[in-house]
């Protein structure tokens, strides 16, 4: 009797359609996500990671000190002016061993520097531990340890920025820019907060002490770095005023640079409005409780920066470098623009976090182009003037808008600098096309 038997049914190749289709789905999502999520490509560099590493020790850690000796001098004078001259006297160290750090910096092996410069830091935030814990209240001491403090940092900020470019290739500038700002804007947050947990639980001097044991690691992943001395065929080279000069030169002729520069004065000096964040949360957003409103306006921008930076996976690949700074900085005006138009505090936040989200894109490139538009032998000192004109440029707009909020009321003074910002921009983009050309 003939019995019809069932052929077996090959699984194989009709189970594995559906594997392999989740799989291929799977693999999309992650790509997806990499193009959008924060790019980390530099990180698996081991020497810019290690120097990426430290970077987010120290920028939790400076902004301890960074609360600490105002809140110190605060205590000692009961005084707000003196707050502002300590601010004062630490600027000018700034300025000047910036410029001297970036001539510095390409005459000599960086990681030397680096080394040096963070063992300064360090010692000086012990000074400043010794100065609180013995109960000293001085304030000649405290302006004398920022200025020192502040000089070290100068000579400090050129030489990590310029050694980037001999870490990653050039493709990956603008990622690793993104990782570093964005490390060091979350520092921004998080170092104030933790610094008002920490002081009434441990007390000032404790805070300065964190920050000099944070340093230590730093020495410690700058001492891992490969050795960065001058390339081959550049010759020895001195540190001095003429050097200084020669960098300002090399400015004034490759325009990409100069655009570059005055396209972050442009956004700072007219579009930083944190001058009127006191008297916007005491008059305009008042009704929201003024103390919540001051801190909110003040995190805004920071919280915004974060959020770009750990998104960075969506613009950080884009290789016309100079559209990106344009965009990001009329950007940036209209977002302040619409903050100053704002009578409600919670569409404030909003405008000033997307500012803040523009101002990530516009370091990410701007940093960019400056490590791959400048030769080896001049990207310490291009990084001394970005030193100098990123330090500059809010104080010089706290001048201005402190002064247009008065005579013109806040608001007005907010979106007016907004609306400059963009026409300005524009009208530079449009004027000299060397910015809108450039591109990897």
């Not at 989740?22 to 959008?36: F, H, I, L, N």
């Not at 559209?323 to 950007?331: D, E, K, R």
């Amino acid at each position: 009797m003939y019995r019809a038997t069932r052929k077996p049914v090959d699984t194989s190749e009709s189970s594995s359609e559906p594997q392999t289709a989740a799989a291929d789905e799977v693999k999309r999502t992650r790509r997806g996500r990499r193009r959008w999520a924060m790019d980390t490509r530099p990180l698996r560099r081991p020497a810019y990671r290690r120097l990426w590493s430290s970077t987010i020790v120290t920028a939790v850690g400076s902004q301890l000190t960074a609360v600490a000796v105002p809140k110190q001098i605060y205590d000692i004078t009961g005084s707000s002016a003196w707050v502002g001259a300590a601010s004062l006297a630490g600027l000018l160290p700034l300025i000047v061993f910036a410029l001297w750090g970036g001539a510095i910096a390409d005459s000599m092996d960086r990681r030397k520097l680096l080394l040096i410069t963070n063992s300064g830091i360090a010692v000086t935030s012990v000074l400043f531990w010794l100065q609180a814990v013995t109960g000293l209240d001085s304030v000649a001491v405290l302006m004398v340890l920022l200025a020192v403090q502040q000089a070290f940092w100068g000579l400090n900020a050129p030489a990590r920025n310029a050694s980037i470019a001999r870490l990653v290739p050039e493709e990956e500038l603008a990622a690793a820019n993104a990782l570093g700002s964005t490390v060091m804007q979350t520092g921004q947050v998080v170092g104030p907060l933790l610094a008002g947990v920490l002081i009434p639980v441990i007390g000032l001097p404790e805070l300065y002490l964190i920050d000099a044991l944070a340093l230590c690691v730093t020495v410690w992943a700058v001492y891992r770095l490969p050795s960065l001395p001058p390339l081959a065929g550049t010759g020895p080279r001195r540190a001095g005023v003429r050097e200084i000069a020669a960098g300002f030169r090399y400015i004034s002729l490759h325009k990409v640079l100069l655009l570059s520069f005055l396209a972050d004065i442009i956004a700072m000096v007219f579009g930083m409005p944190r001058a009127l964040f006191p008297q916007l949360a005491s008059q305009t957003y008042a009704p929201y409780g003024e103390g919540l409103a001051l801190g909110l306006l003040f995190a805004a921008i920071p919280i915004g920066a974060v959020v770009g930076g750990l998104f960075s996976g969506t613009f950080s690949r884009a290789r016309r470098h100079g559209w990106m700074v344009i965009g990001a900085v009329v950007a940036w005006g209209a977002a302040i623009t619409g903050f100053g138009l704002s009578g409600s505090l919670w569409l404030a936040v909003g405008f000033l976090a997307l500012a803040g989200v523009a101002d990530m894109v516009s370091m990410v490139f701007r940093g960019a182009i400056l490590l791959s538009a400048a030769t080896d032998e001049m990207r310490g000192r291009m990084q001394g003037v970005f030193t100098v004109v990123v330090a500059g440029g809010p104080r010089l707009a706290d001048v201005l808008h402190g002064s247009a909020g008065s005579a013109f009321g806040a608001r007005t003074a907010v979106a007016g600098g907004g609306i400059l910002v963009v026409a300005v921009m524009l009208s530079l983009a449009l004027a000299v096309p060397a910015l809108r050309r450039y591109r990897v």
